[in-house]
């Protein structure tokens, strides 16, 4: 009597589960986001050493190197040398942050419901959008003597330079996410008799908020991008000031340590944001 052997069929591939696949995804983003400030230091460091010269007449050779940056932000944070910068960082970031986020909360406090009432009536928009529009292209540099004039010097000015750059990319965001809610929305809210401000409060804004998440990523961004600026206006402490200080004892590589503070500031507000968004609207797409 034979027996017919009976094929194994071979095992199934073993599917990586989700958090495995979210983990390697990160992993992945790290290591691709490594080699372009590697590189970045490395010719920052080669042309600093033969002091090139690039475009727009930036000669290298003024530089400070890498290495000296570094010192001189572990002497801005923990004091290792006894000069005017030591242990300063704990002083200006918190200052500075809060000129930040006082300037752009103010922002944000207006140009979001002005924002959805521009974007969702058509008077509205008629009546503000002129104006709006003739301010925009005004620099920040050109309100700086009439803020001077007006307001005085100090924290007040720095707080109003930053709300007024923000507020323009905010409320832009805010009339592009509101007149793009789909019309069918609205007919339903009208349907289950939802009045006219429930309609903007629980349709059009949950509706617009990718939209608002984004003017308010670029609102963000302007205000430390303004804070330099911002804190020529007289106040005594923060990352700007520090910046103009060691401009005037031309201390370079303190100029480039404001700069990086600066930088990871804006990066670790604008990773706050978004993680306080993704709590609010967990089940709704957003920016990443």
Known sequence: MTTTAVPVSAAAPTVPSEPVRRNRGRLRTVLLGLPVPLLFLLLWHVGRENAWELPFGIRMGFLPYPADVARG?????IGTRDDAFSSLLWEDLPASALRVFSGFALATLVAVPLGVLMGRFSTVHALFDPMINLFRPIP?????????????YGDQASIFLITLSAFFPIVLGTISGARQVPERLLEAARMLGTSGVGTLLRVVLPAAAPAIVNGMRVGLGLSWVILVLSETTGVPTGLGSTIFLARDVVQTDQIVVGMICIAVAGFLSDRLLMLVFRVLFRDRPLIK
Request: charge should be neutral; glycine fraction near 6%; hydrophobic fraction near 70%.
């Open 140 to 152: 920040a540099t050109a309100w700086v003597p009439l803020v001077a004039l007006l307001i005085g």
């Open 73 to 77: 932000l572990a002497n801005y944070a």
